[in-house]
């Protein structure tokens, strides 16, 4: 089966006063249909800059695509002018962002909102725009859809904000959703309710789905793939499973044994002085990166090699991928 | 638990309603029941953890308990004396034991500030030494916390989330208290830079006999740093405990819905999905008797009317619940 | 974001070359009031010509020669005149403005506070204020002062108090709320001390920004008021009445006349916006490195 969201070799660059920030570095990932990829960073490592460029939202100037492509279901949106991608967002690539308030017209009827993209992508009329609109926030699983589609974004809760967001997203069944940080500012019941209403309406529409956010926890609940960013490059690709039992990279391995996690998750008896794994240090600049691996003036395990060489990106194991001379 | 020793911080029946002005004439036309009847105490060298959803009143509590804001009913003490009615002049010499750290490394730095001078301020406001004295006290705060003494020159924005934090935490060590109220501290933090702080507040704890009440809504966070959770639901407390038996085995439906609700970072776990329905009720007009029942999968037709009380279920392990 | 700053020292010198570099529109601001402020204060040594001394014969004459800048009807050296309106015009300007937002910062501070009836009061009060435009009601005043230097600085920085303390006010208030206010709070820092180290700074940024274009509207009010006979009273040349006198007349047959208080009119209000802008962003540690 072909991928339908094919990224390769993908570079976003900003022209500022400090200099060249190099935010995304030759990022290659694809993502099937029905698929849940992640993309895993702490701020600054490119993740919302890679989701950005995916959906051409890089504001230009200061930002520019410098090279790559983005190809959904074989189009490269980087080569299509901006009449033909203004088509393509919202039919074939959509995108949910953490505060939905920045997404949503404060003027404007939720349910207005929804039809308005109906009628400008699939060119349906206004009353069949207006069914769709209700049964998409049926479909989000706001209660009393009719009524609520007529209530402005400032009148729902976060968590109804977030739902009528992504029936917004999906109104016009895109084949690939990116979903940026969508419940980092959401309470964790409701992050549990957007998490699985996001991925039972994958599992009804086959839409590919491209999960920006920094919780190890949600990559492990909801993706099969993920990839792992730290200051603009890939570090690490493999299926969920095996990063999380067998990370390559030093940075994964730290992250994974820094967090503290519930104690059902690992037996109970946690005595409270256990001192957690640190990573060292701290983020680098992305206009003044170190010369070699950028993580290695943080790692333990950095030899000379590391400091004066970008380790490349190959294939380690069995489709497990990393960048690090070490591993 | 220490039960024969006084406690550093005693809370009893502490209330903090909000009125809601409306109008030309301002006049009250409501109130949000932002903390409506919470009590606990912490010991020495002790974490209690507070957790809850965003509007359950968890901040409140921990601004009540300063007095930065003023309660509405209810009593705090430290070390057995109640400050609650104490006039500001007679607070003052009061506030050298009790601290706070804040959630945005941002907000909680006076951007015009140098970093060493915000550190040294509490001493200034104290009259702490001289000049030179309080300049080498500032100095080690700033070893302690991990950030070098010639930073101290800098502003804040010059400082990235985490070594900013570390600022805020200096300047709450400065007086040397014997009590932190921790409010998400590491909330605003990137992960690798988390773990930093979570343990630099418990070896900090581990050196000077620390209490905290460690404000949270990350759950693990809040099992690692505390001794003891209480957990908040619309103002009240549905249930308190030690974090082990907690953990093990929640006992308010509305603990075991949050506990299931944590996404795990572990993939070869395949749990069970327990999900509580719907949204947190405005805690201007919360629903009667138990204010979880709208969204309890076991609620029966008496949590609807009959408020539960925290009740003693087992040692040290309280649950307001009428079903457990 | 920037972290990892090395920590060498910089002189004051340093420090101004930097911005200098900076802003050079602010730089452009700054050298365009040091002028004025300059000629102002030495007006007596600057001006080439005695600004009162009427002469008959160069009446209406054409710029050029000994008049730099023309003459006007009674003769009177329009370039020595411009200089010695400069003390005229800066003085009620900087004088208007630092009463004005002086006077506001207090109030909007007070409010901030005290809140309360007391706030709810003084708000009312400056709508009523706000809803007169300024012009009008620096005419009120002038007009029951009476017209003197010192009554139109008055009648110019009373109507400028609204505006600023309604600013230092909704600024005081979001600032009451930030975190480190409260830290102050936690330390047991007084209300006073609080509001000296912690609030006023903060509200610095906007203050000047007002402050510095309302110079600009301070000196534009004094020009009106000039024009319409309720300025400084004669002999003193001021901008605003060496417009007015001529404009009528003269635009025509002598537009030097017109022209060049016009432009030095233009020139100070473009200055002080600019130097007020990179003032603003100087002042903020933030923009320093």
Same mark, same amino acid.
């Given at each position: 089966m072909a991928p339908v969201l094919e990224v390769s070799g993908l570079s976003t660059v900003f022209h500022t006063r400090r200099g060249l920030v190099r935010a995304v570095q030759d990022v290659s990932f694809s993502v099937n249909a029905g698929e849940t990829l992640a993309i895993v960073g702490e701020s600054g490592c490119g993740k919302t800059i890679t989701a950005l460029s995916l959906m051409r939202l890089i504001p230009q100037p200061p930002g520019e695509i410098a090279s790559g492509s983005v190809k959904v279901d074989g189009v490269d949106l980087l080569q299509l002018d901006e009449a033909s991608m203004r088509k393509m967002r919202g039919s074939k690539i959509a995108m949910i962002f953490q505060e939905p308030m920045t997404a949503l017209?404060?003027?404007?009827t939720v349910g207005k909102q929804i039809a308005e993209m109906v009628t400008l992508h699939d060119g349906a009329s206004r009353q069949v725009a207006r069914d769709r609109a209700i049964e998409m926030l049926h479909l989000v699983r706001i209660p009393e859809p009719a009524r609520r589609a007529r209530e402005y974004p400032h009148q729902m809760s976060g968590g109804m904000r977030q739902r009528a967001m992504i029936a917004m997203a999906l109104a016009c069944k895109p084949k690939v959703l990116v979903a940026d940080e969508p419940t980092t500012a959401l309470d964790v019941t409701i992050q549990a309710q957007i998490l699985d209403l996001i991925g039972d309406l994958q599992r009804e529409f086959g839409t590919a789905v491209v999960l920006i956010t920094h919780d190890l926890g949600v990559v492990a609940e909801t993706a099969q793939r993920v990839v792992v960013m730290y200051a603009g490059r890939k570090v690490e690709e493999a299926s969920v499973e095996d990063l999380f039992a067998n990370p390559l990279h030093p940075y994964p391995r730290g992250l994974l044994a820094s967090i503290p996690r519930v104690g059902s998750a690992r037996g109970l008896d946690v005595s409270p002085d256990e001192r957690l794994q640190e990573i060292s240090g701290m983020v680098p600049a992305l206009n003044n990166l170190p010369q070699g691996c950028a993580f290695a003036p943080r790692c333990s395990q950095a030899d000379a090699k590391c400091h004066a060489q970008v380790p490349p990106f190959e294939l380690k194991q069995h489709d497990h991928f990393a960048a690090c001379w070490q591993a | 638990m220490t039960m024969e020793q006084t406690p550093l911080v005693e809370v009893t029946a502490l209330r903090k309603f909000f009125p809601i002005k409306k109008g030309l004439l301002r006049r009250t036309i409501g109130n949000v029941r932002a903390v409506d009847g919470v009590s606990f105490s912490i010991n020495a060298g002790e974490t209690l953890g507070l957790v809850g959803e965003s509007g359950c009143g968890k901040s409140t509590v921990g601004r009540v308990v300063l007095r930065l804001i003023e309660p509405s009913a209810g009593s705090i003490k430290i070390k057995g004396a109640d400050i609650t009615g104490l006039k500001r002049q007679d607070l003052r010499p009061l506030r050298r034991q009790m601290q706070i750290v804040f959630q945005d490394p941002f907000s909680?730095?006076?951007? +015009?500030? +140098?970093v060493g001078d915000i550190v040294g301020e509490p001493l200034k406001v104290h009259n702490v030494g001289d000049k030179k004295d309080r300049a080498d006290r500032v100095a080690q705060l700033f070893q302690r916390v991990g950030l070098r003494p010639d930073q101290m020159n800098n502003y804040p924005h010059q400082f990235s989330g985490g070594q900013r934090q570390r600022v805020s935490i200096a300047r709450a060590l400065a007086l040397d208290p014997g009590f932190i109220v921790a409010d998400e501290p590491v909330s605003a933090l990137d992960v690798s830079i988390q773990a930093q702080v979570i343990n630099l507040l418990m070896d900090l704890q581990r050196e000077r006999q620390l209490s905290y009440l460690f404000i949270s809504h990350n759950l693990a966070v809040v099992e690692h740093i505390s001794h003891r959770v209480a957990v908040m639901y619309l103002g009240r407390i549905v249930e308190y405990a030690d974090k082990t038996s907690l953990f093990a085995k929640p006992l308010h439906p509305y603990t075991e819905a949050l506990l299931a609700a944590v996404p795990l970072p572990d993939p070869s776990l395949k749990r069970t999905k327990h999900r509580v329905e719907g949204d947190v009720p405005s805690p201007i007009n919360p629903p009667s008797g138990c204010h979880f029942h709208p969204r309890c999968p076991y609620a029966e037709p008496r949590c609807k009317v009959e408020a539960p009380v925290l009740r003693d279920v087992a040692p040290g392990r309280q649950v307001a619940c009428h079903l457990r | 974001m920037t972290t990892n700053v090395n920590t060498m020292k910089f002189s004051f010198m340093d420090n101004v070359l930097y911005q200098a570099k900076r802003y050079p529109l602010g730089v452009a601001g700054a050298i365009i009031m040091t002028v004025f402020v300059f000629a102002a204060l030495f007006a007596t040594t600057v001006?080439?010509?005695?600004?009162?001394s009427t002469n008959a014969k160069a009446s209406l004459a054409k710029p050029g020669g000994v008049f730099l800048m023309g003459a006007d009807m009674m003769g009177r050296d329009v370039f020595s005149r411009l200089i010695h309106g400069a003390r005229v015009s800066l003085a009620v300007a900087l004088g208007a403005t630092c009463i004005g937002s002086g006077f506001g910062a207090v109030i909007g501070l007070a409010c901030g506070y005290i809140g309360g009836w007391f706030d709810l009061l003084v708000q009312r009060v400056t709508e009523v204020m706000q809803a007169l435009p300024l012009l009008v009601m620096a005419l009120v005043i002038t007009a029951s002062l009476g017209p003197s230097l010192p009554n139109t600085i008055i009648a110019i920085a009373i109507p400028l108090i609204p505006t600023v303390s309604r600013v230092v006010r909704s600024n005081v208030l979001s600032l009451r709320e930030m975190p480190y206010v409260e830290a102050a709070k936690a330390i047991g820092m007084s209300e006073w001390r609080i509001a000296a180290i912690h609030v006023l700074p903060n509200t610095l940024a906007p203050l000047i920004v007002l402050a510095t274009a309302q110079l600009g509207s301070t000196i534009l009010t004094e020009a009106s008021l000039s024009f319409l006979g309720l300025g400084v009273p004669e002999p003193y040349p001021s901008w605003g009445r060496m417009l007015s006198e001529s404009a009528a007349e003269y635009v025509r047959t002598a537009p030097w006349l017109v022209i060049f208080p016009g432009l030095a009119i233009s020139l100070v209000v473009f200055g002080s916006n600019l130097l007020g802008d990179a003032l603003r962003d100087a002042l903020d540690p933030r923009q320093r490195d």
């Open positions: 017209n404060p003027l404007i | 909680s730095l006076n951007p +015009r500030i +140098r | 001006a080439p010509l005695d600004p009162f």
